[in-house]
């Protein structure tokens, strides 16, 4: 198990944790560190035991998972995905903002589970393209006042283009039928983004365009 990606699991669901217990413990290249059913736990164990990844419900007995990234978090030894549900999203969006590398829903597929992991341990987001279309229609109901900064200074209009799709939720080669461009022309205008930005991913790339107010077209 050497050099085996170390999972921390908690959930208050023991028959959902089993199911992911079995399913690394099944998957070379993977191992569980540790589990537990409550936040509080949860915390103290992953300070302890600094697995690379830790899988936290949002939704748990005393602390809930997003408190418990938020004492987690601050270390950076351990990457953090939250579980939910599309019903609760706001979590999520809080998470993203505290350094939370992403979040699953609890019914994705095994083989989703095994790739959000080996991302975010290879140091990138993982939130699925239509999850953070949802995201951002559900916490921007309501054109800005004013555009960001960034649509008129740093950003060229074609990479406005570009980061208002991605924020949609669109794929790379979505966003190249679409514009007219080939996927690694995509490719090249997500990276000088990500320097011009300071970020690492399509996720927080979106997240900040939800919050420049990117989504609208201009009038």
Not at 57 to 69: N, T
């Amino acid at each position: 198990m050497s050099g085996a990606v170390s999972v921390f699991l908690a959930d208050d669901d023991d028959r959902f944790r089993a199911a992911y217990r079995k399913l690394f413990d099944r998957t070379e290249g993977f191992r569980v560190a540790g589990e537990t059913g409550d936040g509080e736990t949860a915390a103290r164990l992953v300070g302890a035991l600094k697995p690379a990844v830790a899988l936290l419900d949002v939704q748990m007995p005393g602390l809930s998972g997003l408190e418990a990234a938020r004492r987690i978090l601050p270390d950076a030894a351990t990457r953090v995905i939250m579980l939910t549900t599309f019903d609760l999203d706001e979590y999520v969006y809080e998470a993203l903002t505290l350094g939370a590398s992403g979040f699953l829903l609890k019914n994705a597929s095994p083989q989703e589970v095994l790739q959000a992991v080996r991302t975010v341990h290879a140091g990138h987001a993982m939130l699925a393209p239509e999850v953070t279309a949802r995201l951002i229609r559900r916490f921007a109901p309501q054109p800005p006042a004013r555009r960001h900064a960034f649509a008129g200074q740093v950003l060229s209009e074609r990479e406005v283009q570009v980061v208002r799709l991605v924020a949609r939720g669109h794929s790379n080669q979505q966003i190249a039928d679409e514009l007219f461009l080939s996927v690694e022309t995509v490719r090249t205008y997500l990276r000088r983004m990500f320097a011009k930005l300071g970020v690492n991913d399509r996720t927080h790339l979106a997240v900040l365009a939800h919050e420049a107010g990117l989504l609208y077209e201009p009038r």
